[in-house]
């Protein structure tokens, strides 16, 4: 079993900056981050990979959010600059121990609100 702790949610105005953080209790392969916006469905950010740092981001944060990998506290930091309306959302960090598509842990979410 691995628990996610996030951290680092909060209010910030549009064209601001936010950084989350996400810390794990044991060794992951992946780090990644998922968002749900108001009434929507949940919708993939960004994951890193602590093996060879390799990272992937959605198209609507590329250019805007970056991750990097602690790895000595295996943590991931997600930078948020520039952030717009389209980001509210609980930001969840989710985890897998081995290679593969399914995430089996989760951490317990944390808010992002922009005001305009």
């Known amino acids: 079993q691995v628990q996610l702790v996030e951290s680092g949610g909060g209010l910030v105005q549009a064209g601001g900056s936010l950084r989350l953080s996400c810390a794990a209790s044991?060794?992951?392969?992946?780090m990644a981050w998922f968002r749900q916006p108001p009434g929507k469905e949940r919708e993939f950010v960004v994951a890193?990979?602590?093996?060879?740092?390799?990272?992937w981001l959605a198209d609507s944060v590329k250019g805007r959010f970056t991750i990097a990998g602690d790895n000595p506290k295996n943590t991931v930091n997600l930078q948020m600059n520039n952030l717009k309306p389209e980001d509210p959302a609980v930001y969840y960090c989710?985890?897998?121990?081995?290679?593969?598509?399914?995430?089996?842990?989760w951490g317990q979410g944390t808010q992002v609100t922009v005001s305009s």
């Open positions: 044991g060794r992951t392969y992946y």
């Open positions: 989710a985890a897998p121990t081995v290679p593969g598509p399914a995430y089996p842990y």
């Open positions: 890193f990979r602590w093996t060879d740092g390799g990272t």
